[in-house]
């Protein structure tokens, strides 16, 4: 497993932006899958965007149009910006990162089960 550090979430209200990134070491390659997720109370997590080995990128159908999520190798950061924030986008957003000796195909359906490295998570609240 690898450590992964999240930040930027924080309370907002309906229809504002937030941008969330997550650090993690120079040792996760391109062709390593990453990904955020989020768990709501109640709720099970789901992987709301990913970033496949092949550069692909793949959302969740709750969150497209409006979530964008990018990789800077340079940086070693994987960031979300999360536009026209709903009240049900309310979770802890998870950073995560797959198994690294593991290539995905293009258009790979990306579950939770897959990533094995996590972050603690930030929490993202909006309010209505």
């Known amino acids: 497993q690898v450590q992964l550090v999240e930040s930027g979430g924080g309370l907002v209200q309906a229809g504002e932006s937030l941008r969330l990134s997550c650090a993690f070491p120079?040792?996760?390659?391109?062709?390593?899958?990453m990904a955020w997720c989020r768990q709501a109370p109640g709720q099970e997590r789901e992987v709301v965007a990913a970033s496949g080995s092949g550069g692909s990128i793949s959302y969740a159908h709750s969150v497209k149009g409006r979530f964008t999520v990018s990789r800077d190798v340079a940086k070693n950061t994987l960031s979300l910006q999360m536009n026209s924030l709903k009240p049900e986008d309310t979770a802890m957003y998870y950073c995560a990162a797959a198994d690294p000796n593991t290539i995905y195909s293009t258009d790979y359906d990306f579950g939770v089960a897959d990533f094995v490295s996590w972050g603690r998570g930030t929490q993202v609240t909006v309010s209505s």
């Open positions: 120079g040792s996760i390659s391109i062709t390593n899958a």
